[in-house]
């Protein structure tokens, strides 16, 4: 079973248990993605709201950073101006590899209800730095930001066993349109 | 409502700030209209009078005339002073206009420190130029922004720092033509 | 702190905080310059989230402003839809041929959904602050409570955050079936929630040391500075819109105005960061109570009626075309004071000019002035004790 020439490390058991290793590590930076708290406008109270205890999407190992050296993932959420998209960058540019960015909201997709008639708003952020995973919404809900971050997981998991990044974004599927905060039928108006 | 009959107003200080005319809008609110060189003095008395009282500067702005279907067309920038008064619950409109080409408008920081910011505003989206203002400097757009937004005349820009205005496949005709209005 | 902390060494050293900075709510920059603990100065610096809303004032019709009006004050939005909502009304009845006709029923539902948000408003804000000077638990609790609200609200028009609710001439929906009997079933375990909250945060002494006697404005300075709402009653000034220049049915409610009056005792000073947190728990238990008188208020729904909320009104629609010439100037008490907006018309179906005036932007403009001489450490308890929402600022 054993090579004689192979170096150690390399024998096919070791192999297996190498990458085994690797499933576990990316198992667990799948479940503890640190986010930056980053939040400009409308969306980012709904970000807050996910944070809070009803979604509360700490149990999905996302604790806020205040730094972006600390975080993997940037969720930016709400309107990205002209002015403020350099400070997007900026901040990106000190998260350190491999880092993920979810785009939350129409805005910072394209530049929502500000696209055609503003003149200060940055028509989406993916001018600036690439993104991962679009999430429609004005403002998604907290249940959409879930779901673009399971997805997000998909991709931190191939990542880290492979090695690959898948290059095209995700974007989140519309909702189907539920009544009510806990999906209840439509009362009958009497 | 609360706003002050312009006339009486206008009769009292006319001695002082004999520039000053009680007119109403189209829609029959009523304002006080005064030159520019008046405009400190009057907005002074006005706080201190002791039965007007003026103590708050409850919004100071601005529109742009240009083109607006008046009686009598001008292409002026309209400043607006909305007084408030805490001790006589009043309020009450002062307009002043400033020339297009040389925008200059006295400050009236020195009155109500309110103003220091509401005239940053309206330097920065009407390039209106307040003389003597302790701090004029764009405060919504950065600094080195062409042009003043909220002008009726004012043409978007297509790219800032070389970004595109636009996302792929939007053009510009997708944008509203203000220059038609 | 002793002494030599607090005496100043000549050397000063500048500070950059935000506009990525979790306490700013937003995208709020400050430059502080600092000489050891002791600020010096400081420079707000805005428009990182200046997404010229008065600019598209200007470009889309009367009634397609009202989203954005969301967009203006979100944490408030049903206080943001009324405040224009009310300006444009007000515009059309300088008229008499094209007064629009308010329906009672959604008068009272507006005062309703708008103190509703008012107490939500409120919850994020104490919240935050409490958040800002490192309490994060209570803020949890505000969020919890908010989620009730928003579950209302979801019910009522389908959205959490950016509601679109109120409409030129009445509201969108008529409220769901069952919804007084929630909403009074919310009030009732919100008060129990609330004594909680308050034994957690209000009475707590680590938390009232902090805020007592930082940044006291004075009575003179709140009005002559431009402050509006809570921060202004904060610094003693006994003045609410909803009280003195009635609006909607409020003059029927007899609206009780909380006023600073120097809360936190011996070392506080009226009108400091405790003060201006305590008036709005205040406000939280008047809405409350307001809640509950426009819910006694509601007019049963007529059989017949056909519109009994004024929703889209036909007519209003087609004033909405031709609105009479000239300005108005409406002025609302928002949960961050003051919103008025100042509208120009030129008789076409686009407004001339919108001008939204709020609460936020004035109190910025006092922060330089107050921060001068306090602890680098209360920069953010100040900002927190303000309750500043930047897109109110920036627009
Ligand atoms: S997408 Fe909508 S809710 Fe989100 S920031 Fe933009 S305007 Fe606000």
Known sequence: MADPQCRPGNASHEQIHLTAVDEFLAWGKEHSLFYLLFATACCGIELMQAGGPRYDIDRLGMIPRATPRQADLMIVAGTITHKMAERVKLLWDQMTEPRWVVSMGSCANSGGPFSKWSYSVLNGIDKYVPVDVYIPGCPPRPEALIDGVMALRERVRLYRTTGQRTKTPHVVAGIEPAFGAHHEKPEQKT | MTALAAEPVAARMRQRTPSIEARTTENGQPFLFVAPADLVLLLTLLRDDEDLRFDALMDLTAYDLLKYPAKAPSDAICAVWLLWSHVHRHELMVQTHAARSDCRLPTTSGVWPAAIYFEREVFDLYGVHFDGHPDLRRIMCPQDWVGHPLRKDYVYPATYHGVSHLRDGQHFESQPAREAR | ?395
């Open chain 3, 1 to 395: 702190m002793t002494v030599e902390a607090t005496t100043p060494s000549g050397e000063t050293m500048q500070l950059s905080m935000g506009p990525h900075h979790p306490a700013t709510h937003g995208v709020l920059r400050i430059v502080v310059e600092s000489d050891g603990e002791i600020v010096q100065n400081c420079t707000p610096d805005h428009g990182y989230l200046h997404r010229s809303i008065e600019k598209i004032g200007e470009c889309v019709e009367w009634p397609m402003f009202v989203p954005y009006t969301d967009r203006v004050d979100y944490v408030c939005a049903m206080n943001a839809n009324l405040a224009y909502c009310l300006a444009v009304e007000r515009l059309l009845a300088t008229d008499p041929a094209t007064t629009v006709v308010v329906p009672r029923r959604a008068e009272v539902i507006r005062v309703l959904v708008a103190e509703l948000n008012r107490i939500s408003s409120h919850l994020i804000a104490v919240g935050a602050m409490a958040m800002d000077v490192g309490a994060y638990t209570p803020f949890l609790h505000g969020i919890a409570q908010r989620e009730l609200v928003n579950d209302i609200f979801e019910k009522l028009c389908g959205q959490r955050l950016t509601y679109n609710y109120v409409t030129i001439g009445g509201v969108a929906f008529d409220l769901h079936h069952g919804a007084g009997d929630e909403i009074a079933r919310f009030l009732d375990q919100f008060e129990r929630e609330m004594v909680r909250f308050n034994r957690l945060l209000t009475t707590n002494a680590i938390f009232r040391d902090r805020c007592a006697g930082v940044a006291a404005v004075t009575r003179d300075e709140a009005i002559e500075w431009g402050l509006v709402g809570p921060n202004l009653r904060g610094s003693g000034v006994d003045f609410d819109l909803r009280r003195d220049v009635p609006y909607g049915v409020y003059g029927e409610l007899g609206v009780r105005v909380p006023v600073g009056q120097c809360f936190a005792g011996r070392r506080g000073r009226q009108g400091d960061c405790y003060d201006r947190y305590v008036v709005r728990l205040l406000e939280i238990n008047e809405s409350v109570r307001l809640c509950r008188e426009a819910l006694k208020l509601l007019p049963p729904k007529a059989e017949k009626e056909t519109d009994p909320i004024g929703g889209w009104q036909a007519d209003v629609t087609k004033q909405l075309k031709k609105p009479p010439k000239g300005s108005v100037h409406c002025r609302t008490e928002a949960p961050r004071g003051e919103m008025g907006y100042f509208l120009v018309s030129d008789g076409t179906k686009t407004p001339w000019r919108v001008r939204v005036r709020t609460g936020s932007f004035s109190a910025s403009g006092i922060f330089h002035k107050v921060m001068r001489g306090t602890f680098l450490a209360d920069v953010v308890a100040i900002i927190g004790s303000f309750d500043v929402v930047v897109p109110e600022i920036d627009r």
